[in-house]
Structure formats: C-alpha cells, structure tokens
Nanobody, 126 residues
Framework: VQLQASGGGLVQAGGSLRLSCAAS????????IGWFRQSPGKERDFVAG????????KYADSVKDRFTISRDSAKNMVYLQMNSLKTDDTGVYYC???????????????????WGQGTQGTQVTV
C-alpha cells in the first residue's frame, strides 16, 4: 500500500482545513486508513480512521463532532475535514494503512504498517 498525504497550513482557531490522502496498492479494500497527528513534543496519536470496504469510522474523543473522515473509492482518496480547529490540533498529520483492518478496526499506531509522509504542518493560531 502506498500513501501520499497533502494539505495543512496556517489557520486561525475556529477555522477549517481539509487534508487529503491518496492511497493505492494491494489489499486496499481490506484496509483501514487512519489519520494520526504528531504535535510538537508529543507522541503520534490516532485522530480518525475509516474502513475502506464498509466505510465505518472511528474518531479520537478530542476531535469527535469537529472532524469528519471520508473516502472516495473511485479516486482512491481519503479526506479529513477539520472544522472548529483548536490550538491543540496543531501538528503534522500522517495517513496510514492497516491491512488487517478488515478483521479488526485498530486505533493504535503500531497496527498500521504503511505510512505516508506527513502533511505540511498544521498550525492553529489564536
């Protein structure tokens, strides 16, 4: 599986951004695609994920009702729409694939075998 993430930038608190992840490769239809965030000085944490085959989703509590993950199977794209951004959302965002996601929807980063490069940093200012 190959992944390429894009998007991010500078935004004021309360604003919105959309991240994109282009995905390709074998067994994609059995994968979960996840977005992870690494804030300065912190671990890389799960933000949201989507099952490629069924479209089921999971979110970190900190982003529920603000972020929406979606996929366009025809274009092999996964998106992360981020609304009502907070300064805590600042960081580099990565998309990743867990090819075992068809069997279990994992949210811990060690389950994800394939990683795209991080987006340009997202910085949320007051």
């Amino acid at each position: 599986v190959q992944l390429q993430a894009s998007g991010g930038g500078l935004v004021q608190a309360g604003g919105s951004l959309r991240l994109s992840c282009a995905a390709s490769g074998r067994l994609l239809n059995r994968s979960v695609i996840g977005w992870f965030r690494q804030s300065p000085g912190k671990e890389r944490d799960f933000v949201a994920g989507i099952s490629w085959s069924g479209g089921s989703t999971k979110y970190a509590d900190s982003v529920k009702d603000r972020f929406t993950i979606s996929r366009d199977s025809a274009k092999n794209m996964v998106y992360l729409q981020m609304n009502s951004l907070k300064t805590d959302d600042t960081g580099v965002y990565y998309c990743a694939a867990d090819r075992t996601g068809y069997y279990r929807f994992n949210t811990y980063k060690t389950a994800y075998e394939y990683w795209g490069q991080g987006t340009q940093g997202t910085q949320v200012t007051v």
